[in-house]
Structure formats: structure tokens, C-alpha cells
């Protein structure tokens, strides 16, 4: 399974290979693990600049699966659409709390605050931050998001 991206910037090309490894008898640390899939991705830059390189996954889904390439690629929507904003706009990875109880308390707040600004701020073109900025900045714009 081999597919290609044309970026303005460089080539893409990515490869997966999946092997069965229900045979092995790891079953005790992940029950019903049947697959390993890595994936090779080679990137050129305009200026002949090549690199290369291997991510593993194991996954409960049988290796001959067609699916398990768009597993791969929506995998990482989970941290383009959540992780990164909360680091990018909320600066989650600057917090030091200490305690455990608090850090999870205030990750639970910083995610609510996230999906409300998200499903009730409808702006075109307004960005995450630029939503929560519009919400501190003006009680009107904040009663109206949480409301």
C-alpha cells in the first residue's frame, strides 16, 4: 500500500507494510492484538533535500484489513484537532501544576472551554484564540458563549 501527497513545498511518499503477529502470544499485555503496521515516509524538499522515517502501530484489526491506512493517517486527527490547540492557544504544556488533582481539573476546564467556544462562537473565519479573547475581553460576547 503506497500512496503519494504533492505539497507545493516537496514529494511525499508514504508506505505501509502490516505483518500478523497474533501468533506470537503477546496476547497477556494487549488482549486481541493481531496486527503490527509500520509506515515509511520518504519527504523531498525543492532543493533535494531527502529524508526518511518509520512509525510502528498495533492495532486489533486483521492485517489484511483495506482500512488500516486511513486508521494510520485519522489517527493523527486527534492531535491536530485537540492536543495542538490546547498547546498552541491554551499553552496546556506551559502549565506546571504539582498536583495531580488540580492539573486534571483544570485540563477538564481548559476542553469545556474549548468545545463551547468551538459549537457556540459560529464567526466565519475566527480562530480558537481569537474566540476566547473575544469571550475575556467583553462580558456581552462571554454570557452569550456560555449561554
Same mark, same amino acid.
Given at each position: 500500500?503506497?500512496?503519494?501527497?504533492? +505539497?507545493?513545498?516537496?514529494?511525499?511518499? #508514504?508506505?505501509?507494510?502490516? +505483518?500478523?503477529?497474533?501468533?506470537?502470544?503477546?496476547?497477556?499485555?494487549?488482549?486481541?492484538?493481531?496486527? =503490527?503496521?509500520?509506515?515509511?515516509?520518504?519527504?523531498?524538499?525543492?532543493?533535494?533535500?531527502?529524508?526518511?522515517?518509520? #512509525?510502528?502501530?498495533?492495532?486489533? !484489526?486483521? @492485517?489484511?484489513?483495506?482500512?488500516?491506512?486511513?486508521?494510520?493517517?485519522? !489517527?493523527?486527527?486527534?492531535?491536530?484537532?485537540? !492536543?495542538?490547540?490546547? *498547546?498552541?492557544? &491554551?499553552?496546556?504544556?506551559? *502549565?506546571?501544576? @504539582?498536583?495531580?488533582?488540580? @492539573?486534571?481539573?483544570? @485540563?477538564?476546564?481548559?476542553?469545556?472551554?474549548?468545545?463551547? =467556544?468551538?459549537?457556540?462562537?459560529?464567526?466565519?473565519? #475566527?480562530?480558537?484564540?481569537?474566540?476566547? &479573547? +473575544? =469571550?475575556?475581553?467583553?462580558?456581552?460576547?462571554?454570557?452569550?458563549?456560555?449561554?
Amino acid at each position: 500500500m503506497t500512496s503519494y501527497n504533492v +505539497c507545493y513545498t516537496k514529494l511525499l511518499r #508514504r508506505r505501509y507494510f502490516t +505483518c500478523n503477529i497474533s501468533h506470537l502470544g503477546i496476547d497477556e499485555k494487549w488482549p486481541g492484538l493481531k496486527t =503490527a503496521i509500520a509506515v515509511e515516509t520518504i519527504s523531498s524538499t525543492p532543493r533535494s533535500t531527502i529524508t526518511a522515517d518509520w #512509525r510502528y502501530y498495533i492495532t486489533s !484489526h486483521s @492485517a489484511k484489513n483495506s482500512d488500516l491506512v486511513n486508521y494510520v493517517r485519522n !489517527h493523527w486527527n486527534i492531535e491536530n484537532k485537540l !492536543h495542538w490547540v490546547l *498547546d498552541v492557544q &491554551m499553552k496546556e504544556d506551559d *502549565d506546571l501544576k @504539582a498536583e495531580r488533582k488540580s @492539573a486534571q481539573s483544570f @485540563a477538564t476546564l481548559r476542553r469545556i472551554a474549548l468545545n463551547i =467556544a468551538r459549537v457556540k462562537d459560529q464567526t466565519p473565519k #475566527r480562530s480558537v484564540r481569537r474566540k476566547m &479573547m +473575544c =469571550a475575556a475581553w467583553n462580558e456581552d460576547n462571554l454570557l452569550k458563549l456560555l449561554t
